[in-house]
């Protein structure tokens, strides 16, 4: 469009960003009451939000925030793995107990933590009683839930209940591994760094040469 070859511009060598950037999807569970947060085939985002900083998890964090999702520095993590996800519970676990968060786990993601000897408060389930793990969302006990569906009817009632609950009391919540650890490298450097707002165009380092050659490019059309 400038009427100027890429060489002429000065774009001789592959750009290499010096930054991360981490898109996010923003979804509208708040205004389909009774909707499940779990993604299915059906669902549509609304737009999306980008985080962008130097370290990964930084631009992570900063995606998060973008789609009202805040994540805490400290407080409790309820964990609810299913079988398929369980091997990479112990490493979750131990991501979040280094930061000095609390486990909290029903009885079969408990029992799992319980043999690796990690320290993890159980919780009743919705159906076998009260206080349940519903109970703690209200009373603000948890202030993040990483939870992998199993997709069998006791998700179906009590999993989709807990996953309501956290979304009307504003309880950030995670349904995968990556999303999880992730999450857990976000809260380490936000523990340690600021979350900083820079412009857009600080993130890009073009060269005096190459401002000069798309200016004059400019002026000429």
Known sequence: ?????????????????????????????????GCDVLLGPEMRSTGEVMGIDFEFSLAFAKAQ???????????????S??????PHLANIARAFCTLGFKIVATSGTAHVLELEKIPVER??????GQPHAGDMIVNKEIQLMVITSSGDELDQSDGR?????????KVPIITTVAGALAAADAIKSMK???????????????????QQTLQTASSSL
Request: glycine share 6%; hydrophobic share 40%; no cysteine.
């Open 1 to 33: 469009m400038s009427g100027r070859s890429l060489y002429e511009l000065g774009f001789t060598k592959e750009v290499i960003p010096r930054h991360v950037s981490v898109k996010e999807a923003v979804l509208p569970f708040e205004k389909f009451q």
């Open 65 to 79: 925030i973008s789609a009202g999702q805040i994540l805490p520095e400290s407080g409790s993590v309820f964990l």
């Open 81 to 86: 793995l299913n079988d398929l996800t369980k």
């Open 123 to 128: 919780v009743l389930k919705m159906h076998e």
């Open 161 to 169: 209940q807990l996953r309501r609950l956290a979304l009307g009391y």
């Open 192 to 210: 340690h760094r600021n979350v900083e707002m820079t412009a857009l165009q600080d993130f890009f380092d073009v060269s005096e040469k190459t």
